[in-house]
């Protein structure tokens, strides 16, 4: 019974596509975040959404764009891809109002070629 | 600008002893840190945290201690296990936007193996 999962947990492309990476939790919470661990393994927030509503955007290029269609849910869609797009992207999830545990998904690699 | 620094990369005990993980943070306004434990091609999974209040906390064979004066924290696990290799990330809230939506910055980790 999987708390928050991603799919797909694989994803290669050709640069100029646009794609997709869904986002799902089961905990009830009411934030949920998108992070990048890039190739050095830096994990880095790109997003947080708060009962759907937009709360970070850590200066992500405009071709990154997340939809949160209820609060369960916080979908990524990336458009034309880079090669320098190629990371894992991790979502997560957490209480809000102050509870800072948050709780990860498997993660999506995506590779650029 | 790395406000949470891990400056080991890798770290190998051998069974049954102790492991210790280091972490320095630069931002004094943190007051709330977490470790997290990712294995391959997983997610991080919450380990344990600590709140700047207390200068401990354990759960089980994991304790962490912190020392708000130095900015430093530090993971023990007593005893290592083989299961226990894995990379260990230190992290905190950011915590500007007010809201508790602020998301967490991470050091880069520590990869821990432990030797049989």
């Known amino acids: 019974d999987t708390a928050v999962s991603q799919t797909p947990k694989y994803l290669v492309t050709q640069m100029g596509n646009d794609k997709s990476i869904k986002c799902e939790q089961n905990?009830?919470?009411?934030?949920m975040y998108w992070y990048k661990q890039d190739s050095k393994k830096f994990l880095k927030i790109m997003f947080s959404?708060?009962?759907?509503?937009?709360?970070i955007n850590e200066t992500v290029p405009n071709r990154f764009s997340p939809k949160s269609p209820d609060k369960a849910h916080l979908n990524l869609h990336i458009n034309s891809l880079e090669l320098g797009d190629s990371a894992v992207y991790f979502c997560?999830?957490?209480?809000?109002?102050?509870?800072?545990?948050?709780?990860f998904g498997p993660g999506t690699r995506l590779l650029v070629l | 600008d790395q406000q949470v620094k891990q400056n080991s990369p890798s770290l190998s005990v051998q069974e049954g002893r102790i492991s210790i993980l280091n972490c320095d943070y630069t931002?004094?306004?943190?007051?709330?840190f977490l470790w997290y434990k990712k294995y391959p091609a997983e997610g991080p999974t919450f380990l344990i945290s600590?709140?700047?209040?207390?200068d401990k906390n354990e759960d089980g064979r994991f304790t962490v201690f912190l020392n708000k004066s130095a900015k430093h924290l530090s993971l023990h696990i007593v005893p290592s296990q083989p299961g226990d290799s894995a990379v260990y990330f230190c992290?905190?809230?950011?915590?500007?936007?007010?809201?508790?939506?602020?998301?967490?910055?991470f050091g880069k980790g520590t990869h821990l193996i432990i030797q049989p």
């Open positions: 600590i709140s700047s209040i207390k």
């Open positions: 905990l009830g919470h009411d934030t």
């Open positions: 931002n004094s306004m943190f007051d709330y």
């Open positions: 992290a905190a809230p950011r915590g500007y936007s007010g809201g508790g939506a602020d998301g967490l910055t």
């Open positions: 997560a999830s957490s209480q809000g109002g102050g509870e800072e545990t948050q709780y």
């Open positions: 959404y708060n009962n759907k509503e937009l709360i």
